[in-house]
């Protein structure tokens, strides 16, 4: 079933990872350094770099990775 709001708006799924993709073959180095690195430089503090390991493990796991 067509949906009018999504066929004028496009669909926000389909966008949001069409974005993540471009995201991902733009990031270079490792994540797991890069977030580290951000820590030990003071750009984000403990808990915001605690929020950032709890979100790529849930996204870890919804993507098929143990």
């Not at 991902?24 to 929020?51: A, D, T, V």
């Amino acid at each position: 079933m067509n949906n009018p709001l999504f066929n004028m708006m496009g669909n926000p799924m389909m966008n949001m990872m069409q974005k993540f993709q471009q995201f991902r073959q733009s990031f270079q180095g490792n994540p797991q350094e890069q977030i580290q690195q951000m820590l030990n430089s003071g750009k984000i503090n403990q808990q915001q770099y605690q929020q950032a390991v709890q979100m790529a493990q849930q996204l870890k796991q919804m993507m098929g990775g143990k």
